[in-house]
């Protein structure tokens, strides 16, 4: 900013002064700006003020429709608004200046007039006037000279945000939720705007530029303001939508002031009401919120994925309902204009979330696979913790094109800008560090330059530590601060899950401990019934006819249940109770034990006798009997045979065993085993496109899971739902990973001479207390 118009806002900005003591500091932004806009149109319109009296009067007469009439009147006004007014800040009077105002404010054309009601300017008018305060502030406001010959729409811009950053940092609170500090905005914009020689230096271009999270539109400013710096003849169309009625009108209020039509400036939720929804644009830049869930939507974006597919917004996938960052990444992909009429650029700010959450076949995996195997990611730029009002957490700028640069195709650039910052005189929220011009032309340049840098020691100070409590003698070696930055190819970041089985073994036996429980219905019933057994059964007589009845018990047991397995419906209490349940469980313990008569307690470690031990018995199972039976007598035993779920016989001569895929010959008959769920295992296998993806499987298998279990095997059922190959693919960027250093422990025999000493002086305090 010009000392000019940092000194307007500074003025425009003391109105503060007169509404300390009767309004909270977070209240004073939401007077001063609809004031301050009121003034610049009142000075913007002065000069066409006259016509448009002439056509109300001559309209109002007319049999037509409000919207005609508005159309007419907008004609007359040149501009994108009007007011039909006779009155203004001069004229309002002292007397009735409550009512004035409010009818002054009515007079505006609709888009101006729904600022004033977004920013619920009614409220604090009638609150200034309870205070006495309303005609001083109209006074004060009014002599500010906003004409455009003095102040031009640019520097009204300039002045507008300044006044939007003083609002935001006196409400530190909640200055996050709809304001993106300039030092992001400026390194954003600076990202997505760089490559567009045309628009930065062709007189009369025109280009588009959109934010579907707006707020106070920050972004939509900085973006105009990047252009027409390098190109003043350029021509910039600004587009966005908002949630949040405030931040809805200070947006809207700054685009009006900068001449842009307001009708492109949208109210609503984008994902379920995107209310631009067949434009596409030049550039898109947001920063949405981090974090927050979709469930409110919940329907109408499945509805979106499940009936449009591709041809909506979020064909891809969807991601878990407890972070929609990725929905808006895909909401402004499908904003890009078309290649064949220049393509588009977009510049996200996103969490880390984004960059690795979800594993191979999951919505948030298929979203990366989407960005990536498109082609649409340029770079990633890891900036500071704590740039943020209402956070401290790790943030990540996005940069994606459908026109890359040749030298670009099919490479992501990553930069770790973590380091380059300097810490604030005083924090503001959770923002304690501040990207200056140097440490955005150190990020630029490497971007625009499309470069590997090794890890280069910046010129900063070391951040300084807190001398509270006991220092350490030899303190911890500053790790100094670095600017690197990678280049990889896309399938560098993408791998298959392959699922690694092993084969169950168990081992079986009709034992009494094993058997006793089967007079108990199962989970979730089991240890309640236990407990009803051991407390009122025991002298049941198994012949009886009471065996089973609880009536008289039935109060104290359903107290005990509500105290101790209160996790209890209904319907599972009356079944504890219920005579046919333990009826049920009793004869299934009767068939066990004929079992067991017959098969004896010995231990057997190979399960694939079972089934023709039971049959030997020649004692009647049904399924329910043999499944509970099953799963008493038999465990889990690494020393028991394998169990075998198929023997293929009658074979075709050209299948043969392939134990990789789970196919064994075994004395001459090929057999499958059942696999062990607890054992089961994943492997995830670099992609590499220049082998054929079962060649890269079984290399990697070979070499990484048979040496240390020869007998798993790939399950081959487990296939990638587009491609069809044997494993699913999975997409994440491990920024972290790839920017680790590894920095030594201390040498052991150091640490124990520190502790030796320490001891020794925590040995001389104690010896000081005892004398």
């Known amino acids: 900013m010009s000392q000019s118009t940092n000194n307007l806002a500074s003025y425009i900005w003391s109105l503060a002064d007169l509404l300390r003591g009767d309004f909270k500091q977070s209240q004073y932004g939401r007077i001063i700006l609809p004031f301050t806009l009121l003034r610049r149109l009142e000075c913007v319109f002065e000069t066409r003020k006259t016509d448009v009296l002439t056509e109300a009067t001559k309209i109002e007469g007319m049999a037509a429709t409000e919207e005609l009439k508005e159309k007419l009147l907008l004609r007359a006004s040149t501009l994108s608004f009007y007011n039909t007014s006779e009155m203004d800040l001069s004229t309002l009077g002292a007397s009735g200046i409550k009512d004035n105002l409010e009818t002054y404010i009515q007079s505006f054309s609709t888009d101006a007039r729904e600022i004033f009601e977004h920013f619920k300017f009614g409220e604090f008018i009638a609150q200034l006037d309870d205070a006495n305060l309303l005609y001083k502030a109209v006074q004060q406001v009014k002599s500010a000279d906003l004409r455009p010959e003095t102040v031009s729409n640019h520097d009204m811009g300039l002045v507008f945000e300044e006044l939007i950053r003083r609002f935001a940092e006196g409400s530190n609170e909640t200055a996050g939720e709809h304001f993106t500090p300039r030092d992001i905005v400026d390194l954003t914009t600076s990202l997505a705007f760089m490559d567009d020689d045309d628009g930065l230096t062709t007189d009369g271009a025109i280009r588009t530029i959109y934010d579907p999270t707006a707020g106070t539109g920050g972004f ?3 973006g105009m303001e990047y252009v027409l710096q390098l190109n003043p003849a350029a021509v910039m169309r600004a587009f966005g939508q908002e949630l949040n009625p405030e931040s809805y009108a200070i947006c809207k209020a700054d685009m009006l002031i900068k001449g842009q039509d307001v009708t492109n400036i949208k109210l609503g939720n984008t994902l379920s009401q995107d209310q631009l929804p067949n434009d596409k644009f ?52 499908s904003k890009l204009r078309d290649t064949d009429e220049g393509g588009g650029r977009i510049g996200i700010i996103l969490n880390g979330s984004p960059l690795f959450t979800g594993g191979a076949g999951s919505g948030e995996s298929e979203i990366r696979r989407h960005i990536l195997e498109s082609d649409l990611l340029e770079a990633i730029v890891a900036l500071p913790t704590d740039m ?22 099919g490479k992501v650039q990553l930069i770790n800008g973590t380091d380059l910052y300097s810490k604030m005189r005083k924090s503001l929220g959770s923002k304690r560090k501040w990207m200056d011009e140097g440490d955005i032309k150190t990020i630029t340049r490497c971007f625009g330059e499309f470069e590997a840098v090794a890890a280069e020691t910046l010129d900063k100070p070391a951040d300084a530590k807190s001398n509270r409590g ?81 009536n008289a018990q039935e109060g104290e ?83 028991a045979a394998k ?32 696999p062990d769920g607890d054992l089961r295992d994943n492997e995830n296998v670099p992609l590499e496109p220049t ?24 399950d081959a059922g487990k296939v990638d739902a587009i491609d069809g190959d044997i494993g699913i693919v999975g997409y994440e960027i491990p920024f972290n990973r790839h920017f680790y250093t590894y920095t030594p422990p201390r040498d052991l025999a150091e640490i124990d001479a520190e502790l030796d000493a320490v001891s020794a002086e925590i040995m001389a305090l104690l010896q000081e207390v005892h004398v």
């Open 282 to 333: 030049d550039y898109m830049l947001s920063n949405p919120p981090f974090g927050v869930d979709w469930k409110k939507i919940e329907k109408d974006i499945k509805d979106e994925n499940a009936i449009k597919g591709f041809d909506g917004r979020f064909g891809p996938g969807l991601p878990r309902v407890s972070d929609g960052s990725l929905l808006f990444l895909m909401h402004l992909i």
């Open 470 to 550: 006991r220092q350490s003698a030899t303190p911890k070696t500053e790790t100094p601060k670095t600017f690197a930055a990678k280049i990889f190819d896309t399938h560098e970041f993408g791998y298959r899950r392959l699922t690694i089985e092993r084969p169950l073994r168990e081992s079986y036996q009709f034992s009494d401990d094993r058997i006793k429980p089967l007079r108990f219905a199962p989970k979730p019933l089991a240890a309640i019934t236990q407990w009803i057994f051991e407390s009122f059964g025991k002298g049941w007589d198994e012949q009886g006819n009471d065996y089973e009845v609880l």
């Open 220 to 222: 939509l400013s900085a």
């Open 388 to 409: 943020f009002y209402n956070t401290g957490i790790s943030t990540y700028v996005w940069v994606l094109t459908n026109k890359k640069d040749p030298s670009r195709k």
């Open 557 to 639: 047991i359903r107290t005990h249940i509500k105290a101790e397995f209160p996790e209890l419906k209904e319907k599972q209490i009356k079944d504890a109770l219920d005579p046919k349940t333990w009826a049920a469980q009793l004869a299934i313990l009767q068939v066990a034990r004929a079992l067991q008569d017959k098969i004896g307690t010995d231990q057997h470690d190979d399960m694939n006798g079972f089934d023709k031990a039971l049959k030997s018995t020649g004692v009647a199972l049904d399924a329910t009997a043999k499944k509970q039976i099953t799963n008493a007598v038999s465990w889990k035993n690494p020393k």
């Open 691 to 714: 082998q054929p993806v079962n060649a890269t499987n079984e290399a990697y298998f070979l070499a990484e899971v048979a040496p240390h279990v020869p007998d798993a095997w790939m």
């Open 643 to 674: 169990v075998v779920k198929k023997l293929h016989k009658n074979t075709p001569a050209t299948v043969t065993a392939n134990p990789l895929y789970g196919l064994f010959d075994v004395d001459g008959q090929l057999v499958e085993y059942k």
